[in-house]
């Protein structure tokens, strides 16, 4: 019998801000498979946000916020963000 192991279409990932501030890819090859980085969904103090990548830049929402965020790339991003979790998709 033959057991089969079927790629997941979104990869999640969870990562404490120590090991992201260096250098996140926003690209990566897992087992043959291509991924790019779409969205991440922060954690602080048991409160969620999100950041979508637009394409040209990241937009970051904050229910508590008025107004969204831009950022022109995914570094200034974690650098504007230093605390907290992120959850990769």
Known sequence: MQ???TVPRFLMTELSHDCIIIQFPLNMA???NFYSLK????C??????V??????SWL???????TV???CD???LLRAFRNGWFFAI
């Open 51 to 56: 950041a979508i990548n637009s394409g040209t």
């Open 69 to 71: 965020k831009e950022f």
């Open 39 to 42: 969205a991440v969904i922060r």
């Open 60 to 66: 970051y929402y904050d229910d508590l916020c008025a």
């Open 74 to 76: 995914f570094q200034e």
């Open 44 to 49: 602080i103090g048991h409160h969620f946000t």
């Open 3 to 5: 057991h089969f192991v």
């Open 30 to 32: 897992v087992l043959g």
